[in-house]
């Protein structure tokens, strides 16, 4: 009873360690205390690496992140509401960006996304017209077509933002033709046409086109020109020239600007032009130089270059009046500080002068 | 020629056989409530059983005449620490000497303190030094369980050079920290995971919550940072978050929270990770009632407009963690 | 006579010292404890290690030059690395010792010369011309690295869960480390016990048979100064000197050179004190310098090497059309064909990495050839964004040293946008707000990246239930994305998750790119 169960065996080695040998030599003792000490080194040199060194304090400096800061802006799509199943076929999601949400509605639904171009891809859109645009500062086009409810009739709208009032003013006045009928309705200023309507507003300018002439079609241009009233408003001051023009109780509709080869001199830049009323087909015009000094140089040229086509009836100091040799109506020009302006095709003299002292009343109000 | 089996020896025998077959048989069939039973009918008693623990309320009694939150403005930490806990008493109406203080900064990812998304280093060292020496706790804890690695977070924050210049300990989380929390009011977290280990012993607890822009909901502020003290599947919670955050709101009932203003994540919360989505600022709300602060700090600090408060603020209302309304119990020192 | 100071006693010493640092470099190669420790210096003195990525890739990574110490200590002393060094040698020495119960007779038989030495050189150089065609496989029987790598995902995994679990303080030496895993580890931990674990059939099966490091050595040895010297005038040929031979080298006739671990054991074991470790002697056995290499193995070698690399090669897990999706190597790596020329499996970066993301890979994402090569497993953890441990600690570049700055792209790596991993995707029949109407939008606040490359169609439905419901249903902008794959990890859907990062799209590799260009950062390229 007194045995193991199990049998006994050895698990590990019953031996001590023995040498045989009987002579150490002073040499081996030595290089063993060289390699102990060897040893030692490389234990000390391992210690010696320790430093403070913390990976967890990695981290990128606060100047490369400030570097790309805010570099990448992603658009942020809007909320999807709930809507109950089958009252919509899904046209509330169309993103109409620019445009006023009142573009839209149950009758008149977005047909496709609202597409934009830019001064690079433009002639995408308007092949071959988008010099015109360009000429004129032009910054971006929205480009939306509207499909009716019965998917018969459509409308494409070109919404231009020509950068500035000059821009839209003036090529607003490239596409008005003399039968076109202006109308002034708040902001906005269009004139209709056959199948849509032509106007602008602040900086932007735009057409609207149906597919054909119908009746429906006229009222949702002229709804889409009342949506329009809510365009953003231009975020600089109007121009000098333009609100001067205003002052003269001339129409918005009767005002533009030309931006280059006003008169057809490719030196005259920048002119603003005022129809006003009952003066027939009269043109008051006002230009702010740089300084009074080029202001008279510029007037200076425009009467040189003027001789050729206009007699000079009476010359001042700082007004010229002319007359076309063939035509007959009359030119006005005059200077004030740094300003020029005048009026041109009137039709006789005392118009001319008579113009030619309203904005001179106004500049000098200024 | 005798047996080699004699009775004595079968008796014996057979005792032992019955001892044996008898002991046995009571642990196996002994109904489950007699002791020392074995039984299992339903399979259910060898489950483990879960160590549930609950948590006391740390609040202070509340004195008459004092504020619930006060308002700091100041060029300095130390400024704006001062002058906002003026209103509601000042540090020592909260912390008695001896006391062993937890702070919970939020301590969530490892980004440098200037993004915004942690609470600031500066304001932790003052506090902790102003415990330890002001109100001589006996010893004050600072702990987060962050999404990072821990070790990384508290290094790249900031806060743990911070924590241990001004002479408090930095317990970092790890998987035997937690036990499950018993919440009985709460809705979503009657049970879960929670800090154990570094809240043995504490007898204050102080949170210290950055002001943050929160993509799901709406913003992470005083009540949202206790989210840091839970463990297991956290990222369940955000099937229903608002519901976890307003049960956050009473799961713990803190001595004290305090918002650190001084760096505002406004956008592309809870990361951030953009120097221009933070707005520094000079603000340090202190308080007792975390609802009616994370209200007054959304519209006030992070500026969204009022009518957009969180849900989780309704709902933290409604369960009692506080009230959202702070009128006539907020006061900003002069 | 027991002196302290004499060859054996110093051996033994100079063993456990190489073996604690050996031991010690991997308890430090974790982010607390590393301080500036040379963590991986071991695996960069390997000549093998710096021979064969030398032969894939005609070039010797940063510290591996430091491998000539080694060859200079072979070329003065013989193979005492073996014997003296290498913990993989000490442990199967103290293996071969502790459970030896033989008798002095039997010990003597054992430790006789075997033909089947000459296997390690033939193993030597197939590994070798493997290495040559370009893919190193020394790391599976290197002594070092598969230590190394034994001893991460066994031991180390093993200490740290006994530190986390034990520990009374919340104050713990390595805080995240104590529920490491290493998938597959066990086929690690069995090859390692499996060699282990022979000792007591043979001693020191390993060393002798199996070791291409050894052979290495072995082969460089036979010019080494200092041998042993075995005086013929004195010895009475007892056989006492194989008794405790480490080498089976022969020291009782004719010494091979090549096989002689250094031990000393034979010197102290001599009675007629016949035996010595010094130079050249007038009175000496001759030694046999070369080993037994006859030029049947040296064919057989050559023709199994030139087989062996395109087998691994066909089984098609390299080339940039049959990759796995969850070949996602660590940041910094190099592009798959130049990766498996310096990885040597030692497994430094799945120790180092805090978030224990790194895995050594089994056969279904790299097949045979990239076994036991690191990959990240984005079930188990995250690639910490400001981290590059693994990078730093490589001992071969096949992780190339990288800055956080670099890792992300900042500053002046802006042009090289940041180091992808690979790209995450969603899968939409299984995240919940788009396959089961319930919010969860964790992916997309985890997102690390400014902005976020995790952005979401906001919706608002009735769910089955007809409670109103605010849905986040999350997409993946592939130009931001970096691969870190912590969407992966936070996801609710936990077994199979809902955001998951293939290989895809790593910017290691131009032919696995996925975006024409970069729309976040057009410098990119």
Same mark, same amino acid.
Request: aromatic letters at 10%.
């Given at each position: 009873?007194?045995?193991?169960?199990?049998?006994?065996?050895?698990?590990?080695?019953?031996?001590?360690?023995?040498?045989?040998?009987?002579?150490?030599?002073?040499?081996?003792?030595?290089?063993?205390?060289?390699?102990?000490?060897?040893?030692?080194?490389?234990?000390?040199?391992?210690?010696?690496?320790?430093?403070?060194?913390d990976?967890a304090h990695?981290d990128?400096?606060?100047?490369?992140?400030?570097?790309?800061?805010?570099?990448?802006?992603?658009?942020?799509?809007?909320?999807?509401?709930?809507?109950?199943?089958?009252?919509?076929?899904?046209?509330?999601?169309?993103?109409?960006?620019?445009?006023?949400?009142?573009?839209?509605?149950?009758?008149?639904?977005?047909?496709?996304?609202?597409?934009?171009?830019?001064?690079?891809?433009?002639?995408?859109?308007?092949?071959?017209?988008?010099?015109?645009?360009?000429?004129?500062?032009?910054?971006?086009?929205?480009?939306?077509?509207?499909?009716?409810?019965?998917?018969?009739?459509?409308?494409?709208?070109?919404?231009?933002?020509?950068?500035?009032?000059?821009?839209?003013?003036?090529?607003?006045?490239?596409?008005?033709?003399?039968?076109?009928?202006?109308?002034?309705?708040?902001?906005?200023?269009?004139?209709?046409?056959?199948?849509?309507?032509?106007?602008?507003?602040?900086?932007?300018?735009?057409?609207?086109?149906?597919?054909?002439?119908?009746?429906?079609?006229?009222?949702?241009?002229?709804?889409?020109?009342?949506?329009?009233?809510?365009?953003?408003?231009?975020?600089?001051?109007?121009?000098?020239?333009?609100?001067?023009?205003?002052?003269?109780?001339?129409?918005?509709?009767?005002?533009?600007?030309?931006?280059?080869?006003?008169?057809?001199?490719?030196?005259?830049?920048?002119?603003?032009?005022?129809?006003?009323?009952?003066?027939?087909?009269?043109?008051?015009?006002?230009?702010?130089?740089?300084?009074?000094?080029?202001?008279?140089?510029?007037?200076?040229?425009?009467?040189?270059?003027?001789?050729?086509?206009?007699?000079?009836?009476?010359?001042?100091?700082?007004?010229?009046?002319?007359?076309?040799?063939?035509?007959?109506?009359?030119?006005?020009?005059?200077?004030?500080?740094?300003?020029?302006?005048?009026?041109?095709?009137?039709?006789?003299?005392?118009?001319?002068?008579?113009?030619?002292?309203?904005?001179?009343?106004?500049?000098?109000?200024? | 020629?005798?047996?080699?089996?004699?009775?004595?020896?079968?008796?014996?025998?057979?005792?032992?056989?019955?001892?044996?077959?008898?002991?046995?048989?009571?642990?196996?069939?002994?109904?489950?409530?007699?002791?020392?039973?074995?039984?299992?009918?339903?399979?259910?008693?060898?489950?483990?059983?879960?160590?549930?623990?609950?948590?006391?309320?740390?609040?202070?009694?509340?004195?008459?005449?004092?504020?619930?939150?006060?308002?700091?403005?100041?060029?300095t930490t130390e400024?704006?620490l001062?002058?906002?806990?003026?209103?509601?008493?000042?540090?020592?109406?909260?912390?008695?000497?001896?006391?062993?203080v937890?702070l919970k900064p939020n301590v969530?990812?490892d980004r440098a303190p200037e993004?915004?998304a942690t609470t600031s280093p500066e304001l932790l060292e003052v506090l902790i030094r102003r415990l330890l020496i002001?109100?001589?706790?006996?010893?004050v804890r600072v702990t987060d369980?962050p999404?990072?690695?821990p070790a990384d977070c508290f290094a790249k924050t900031g806060i743990k050079a911070a924590v241990e210049r001004a002479g408090g300990r930095v317990l970092l989380?790890?998987?035997?920290?937690?036990?499950?929390?018993?919440?009985?009011?709460?809705?979503?977290?009657?049970?879960?995971?929670?800090?154990?280990?570094?809240?043995?012993?504490?007898?204050?607890?102080i949170?210290v919550?950055p002001?943050?822009?929160?993509?799901?909901?709406?913003?992470?502020?005083?009540?949202?940072?206790?989210?840091?003290?839970?463990?297991?599947?956290?990222?369940?919670?955000?099937?229903?978050?608002?519901?976890?955050?307003?049960?956050?709101?009473?799961?713990?009932?803190?001595?004290?929270?305090i918002?650190d203003?001084s760096r505002?994540?406004?956008?592309?919360?809870?990361?951030?990770?953009?120097?221009?989505?933070?707005?520094?600022?000079?603000?340090i709300?202190?308080?007792?009632?975390?609802?009616?602060?994370?209200?007054?700090?959304?519209?006030?600090?992070?500026?969204?407009?009022?009518?957009?408060?969180?849900?989780?603020?309704?709902?933290?209302?409604?369960?009692?963690?506080?009230?959202?309304?702070?009128?006539?119990?907020?006061?900003?020192?002069? | 006579?027991?002196?302290?100071?004499?060859?054996?006693?110093?051996?033994?010493?100079?063993?456990?010292?190489?073996?604690?640092?050996?031991?010690?470099?991997?308890?430090?190669?974790?982010?607390?404890?590393?301080?500036?420790?040379?963590?991986?210096?071991?695996?960069?003195?390997?000549?093998?290690?710096?021979?064969?990525?030398?032969?894939?890739?005609?070039?010797?990574?940063?510290?591996?030059?430091?491998?000539?110490?080694?060859?200079?200590?072979?070329?003065?002393?013989?193979?005492?690395?073996?014997?003296?060094?290498?913990?993989?040698?000490?442990?199967?020495?103290?293996?071969?010792?502790?459970?030896?119960?033989?008798?002095?007779?039997?010990?003597?038989?054992?430790?006789?010369?075997?033909?089947?030495?000459?296997?390690?050189?033939?193993?030597?150089?197939?590994?070798?011309?493997?290495?040559?065609?370009?893919?190193?496989?020394?790391?599976?029987?290197?002594?070092?690295?598969?230590?190394?790598?034994?001893?991460?995902?066994?031991?180390?995994?093993?200490?740290?869960?006994?530190?986390?679990?034990?520990?009374?303080?919340?104050?713990?030496?390595?805080?995240?480390?104590?529920?490491?895993?290493?998938?597959?580890?066990?086929?690690?931990?069995?090859?390692?016990?499996?060699?282990?674990?022979?000792?007591?059939?043979?001693?020191?099966?390993?060393?002798?048979?199996?070791?291409?490091?050894?052979?290495?050595? *072995?082969?460089?040895?036979?010019?080494?100064?200092?041998?042993?010297?075995?005086?013929?005038?004195?010895?009475?040929?007892?056989?006492?000197?194989?008794?405790?031979?480490? *080498?089976?080298?022969?020291?009782?006739?004719?010494?091979?050179?090549?096989?002689?671990? *250094?031990?000393?054991?034979?010197?102290?074991?001599?009675?007629?004190?016949?035996?010595?470790?010094?130079?050249?002697?007038?009175?000496?056995?001759?030694?046999?310098?070369?080993?037994?290499?006859?030029?049947?193995?040296?064919?057989?070698?050559?023709?199994?090497?030139?087989?062996?690399?395109?087998?691994?090669?066909?089984?098609?897990?390299?080339?940039?059309?049959?990759?796995?999706?969850?070949?996602?190597?660590?940041?910094?790596?190099?592009?798959?064909?130049?990766?498996?020329?310096?990885?040597?499996?030692?497994?430094?970066?799945?120790?180092?990495?805090?978030?224990?993301?790194?895995?050594?890979?089994?056969?279904?994402? *790299?097949?045979?050839?990239?076994?036991?090569?690191?990959?990240?497993?984005?079930?188990?953890?995250?690639?910490?964004?400001?981290?590059?441990?693994?990078?730093?600690?490589?001992?071969?570049?096949?992780?190339?040293?990288?800055?956080?700055?670099?890792?992300?792209?900042?500053?002046?790596?802006?042009?090289?946008?940041?180091?992808?991993?690979?790209?995450?995707?969603?899968?939409?029949?299984?995240?919940?707000?788009?396959?089961?109407?319930?919010?969860?939008?964790?992916?997309?606040?985890?997102?690390?990246?400014?902005?976020?490359?995790?952005?979401?169609?906001?919706?608002?439905?009735?769910?089955?239930?007809?409670?109103?419901?605010?849905?986040?249903?999350?997409?993946?902008?592939?130009?931001?994305?970096?691969?870190?794959?912590?969407?992966?990890?936070?996801?609710?859907?936990?077994?199979?998750?809902?955001?998951?990062?293939?290989?895809?799209?790593?910017?290691?590799?131009?032919?696995?790119?996925?975006?024409?260009?970069?729309?976040?950062?057009?410098?990119?390229?």
């Amino acid at each position: 009873m007194k045995q193991s169960p199990l049998p006994h065996a050895r698990l590990f080695t019953p031996r001590r360690r023995r040498i045989n040998r009987t002579h150490i030599s002073g040499y081996e003792v030595v290089s063993s205390v060289l390699v102990l000490l060897a040893l030692a080194a490389v234990i000390l040199w391992v210690v010696s690496r320790k430093n403070h060194f913390d990976p967890a304090h990695q981290d990128v400096s606060l100047e490369a992140l400030e570097q790309v800061s805010g570099s990448t802006v992603l658009y942020q799509r809007p909320l999807k509401p709930w809507q109950l199943p089958g009252t919509t076929d899904g046209w509330q999601d169309i993103d109409l960006g620019i445009f006023p949400d009142s573009v839209a509605s149950e009758q008149w639904r977005p047909k496709t996304r609202v597409k934009t171009f830019d001064p690079e891809n433009l002639y995408v859109k308007i092949n071959g017209e988008a010099e015109r645009f360009l000429r004129h500062g032009f910054t971006q086009l929205s480009y939306l077509v509207l499909q009716s409810a019965n998917q018969i009739e459509e409308i494409s709208i070109e919404l231009y933002n020509q950068g500035s009032i000059a821009g839209s003013t003036g090529i607003f006045a490239e596409h008005r033709s003399p039968e076109s009928e202006v109308q002034q309705e708040g902001p906005n200023t269009f004139f209709t046409t056959s199948i849509g309507g032509i106007g602008r507003k602040g900086t932007f300018f735009y057409r609207i086109s149906g597919n054909r002439s119908s009746e429906s079609i006229a009222q949702k241009s002229r709804q889409l020109v009342q949506s329009f009233a809510e365009l953003p408003d231009p975020e600089n001051t109007e121009p000098f020239g333009y609100q001067l023009l205003q002052e003269l109780t001339i129409e918005q509709a009767d005002i533009r600007h030309q931006a280059v080869n006003v008169f057809q001199y490719d030196f005259a830049e920048d002119f603003w032009f005022g129809k006003s009323d009952g003066a027939g087909q009269a043109e008051m015009f006002v230009h702010q130089a740089q300084s009074p000094e080029s202001a008279a140089e510029l007037l200076a040229e425009i009467v040189e270059e003027h001789r050729y086509e206009y007699q000079t009836i009476r010359q001042t100091e700082n007004l010229v009046l002319f007359q076309h040799r063939f035509l007959k109506s009359y030119f006005i020009i005059a200077i004030q500080d740094s300003f020029l302006f005048g009026a041109d095709k009137t039709a006789d003299e005392a118009t001319s002068f008579q113009l030619l002292e309203m904005i001179g009343r106004a500049l000098s109000k200024k | 020629m005798p047996s080699p089996f004699n009775r004595r020896e079968f008796l014996k025998r057979i005792a032992l056989a019955s001892t044996i077959c008898g002991g046995a048989g009571y642990l196996a069939w002994a109904p489950e409530e007699y002791p020392f039973s074995l039984k299992d009918v339903t399979g259910l008693r060898s489950r483990p059983e879960p160590r549930q623990f609950t948590l006391p309320d740390y609040r202070v009694a509340t004195a008459p005449g004092m504020m619930e939150i006060g308002i700091g403005r100041d060029m300095t930490t130390e400024g704006r620490l001062t002058k906002a806990l003026e209103p509601i008493g000042g540090l020592s109406r909260f912390v008695q000497p001896g006391d062993v203080v937890l702070l919970k900064p939020n301590v969530a990812f490892d980004r440098a303190p200037e993004l915004g998304a942690t609470t600031s280093p500066e304001l932790l060292e003052v506090l902790i030094r102003r415990l330890l020496i002001d109100c001589r706790a006996k010893e004050v804890r600072v702990t987060d369980n962050p999404i990072e690695s821990p070790a990384d977070c508290f290094a790249k924050t900031g806060i743990k050079a911070a924590v241990e210049r001004a002479g408090g300990r930095v317990l970092l989380p790890d998987g035997n920290a937690f036990r499950p929390l018993s919440t009985p009011d709460a809705e979503l977290i009657k049970s879960w995971p929670c800090f154990y280990r570094p809240l043995i012993g504490v007898t204050k607890v102080i949170g210290v919550a950055p002001v943050k822009d929160h993509n799901l909901s709406g913003a992470s502020m005083g009540i949202k940072n206790w989210y840091g003290l839970l463990g297991g599947q956290r990222n369940q919670f955000h099937q229903d978050i608002h519901t976890i955050i307003a049960d956050l709101s009473i799961m713990i009932r803190p001595t004290l929270t305090i918002l650190d203003g001084s760096r505002i994540l406004m956008r592309n919360g809870p990361t951030g990770g953009d120097p221009a989505y933070v707005k520094p600022w000079d603000v340090i709300v202190a308080g007792t009632d975390q609802v009616a602060m994370d209200g007054w700090a959304f519209v006030n600090l992070l500026q969204r407009d009022a009518s957009t408060l969180p849900h989780y603020l309704f709902l933290a209302e409604e369960k009692g963690g506080g009230k959202i309304d702070p009128a006539g119990r907020i006061q900003e020192s002069a | 006579m027991r002196p302290f100071f004499r060859l054996t006693t110093v051996r033994i010493v100079s063993q456990l010292v190489f073996l604690g640092l050996f031991v010690f470099g991997v308890w430090a190669t974790w982010t607390t404890r590393m301080q500036g420790y040379p963590v991986s210096r071991f695996l960069e003195i390997d000549p093998l290690v710096a021979l064969s990525t030398l032969l894939s890739t005609g070039h010797i990574y940063r510290y591996l030059g430091w491998s000539i110490l080694l060859l200079l200590l072979t070329l003065l002393f013989g193979r005492l690395f073996c014997n003296w060094i290498c913990p993989l040698g000490t442990l199967h020495q103290c293996a071969g010792w502790l459970f030896n119960v033989r008798s002095g007779k039997e010990r003597q038989e054992q430790n006789r010369y075997r033909p089947r030495q000459v296997i390690k050189y033939v193993t030597l150089i197939i590994v070798l011309i493997i290495s040559a065609f370009g893919s190193v496989q020394i790391g599976l029987l290197d002594p070092l690295a598969l230590l190394h790598r034994s001893m991460v995902t066994g031991l180390s995994t093993g200490w740290d869960w006994l530190l986390g679990t034990t520990s009374l303080t919340q104050l713990q030496l390595a805080p995240g480390t104590a529920e490491r895993i290493y998938t597959g580890s066990l086929w690690i931990g069995v090859l390692f016990v499996v060699i282990v674990v022979i000792n007591i059939w043979y001693t020191r099966f390993f060393c002798r048979t199996l070791c291409p490091l050894g052979a290495l050595l *072995g082969l460089v040895a036979p010019f080494s100064l200092f041998r042993i010297h075995r005086d013929t005038d004195l010895c009475t040929n007892c056989d006492l000197c194989l008794t405790r031979c480490e *080498g089976a080298c022969s020291p009782e006739t004719t010494l091979r050179v090549t096989e002689c671990v *250094g031990c000393m054991n034979c010197i102290d074991d001599c009675p007629e004190n016949a035996l010595s470790f010094s130079l050249p002697r007038i009175v000496s056995a001759p030694a046999r310098p070369t080993p037994d290499l006859s030029r049947r193995h040296l064919v057989f070698a050559g023709i199994i090497g030139l087989i062996t690399f395109p087998l691994l090669r066909a089984n098609g897990r390299v080339n940039d059309a049959n990759y796995s999706p969850l070949m996602i190597r660590p940041p910094g790596s190099m592009a798959e064909a130049e990766f498996l020329k310096k990885c040597i499996k030692c497994g430094q970066c799945m120790r180092v990495c805090p978030t224990n993301v790194v895995q050594p890979a089994g056969l279904r994402e *790299g097949g045979i050839e990239a076994l036991w090569t690191p990959v990240l497993n984005f079930n188990i953890g995250h690639c910490q964004q400001k981290c590059s441990l693994c990078s730093t600690v490589c001992p071969t570049g096949a992780i190339r040293e990288i800055s956080v700055t670099e890792k992300l792209g900042f500053g002046e790596y802006r042009q090289d946008g940041p180091i992808r991993l690979g790209t995450a995707f969603i899968n939409r029949s299984r995240c919940l707000p788009w396959a089961n109407e319930i919010p969860c939008i964790v992916c997309q606040e985890v997102c690390p990246i400014a902005p976020k490359a995790i952005q979401t169609y906001d919706e608002e439905v009735k769910d089955t239930f007809g409670h109103l419901v605010l849905l986040n249903k999350p997409f993946i902008i592939p130009d931001l994305c970096t691969g870190c794959g912590i969407c992966q990890k936070e996801c609710p859907v936990t077994d199979q998750p809902a955001a998951y990062v293939t290989a895809v799209g790593e910017s290691r590799s131009q032919e696995r790119r996925l975006l024409l260009r970069y729309r976040t950062n057009p410098e990119e390229s």
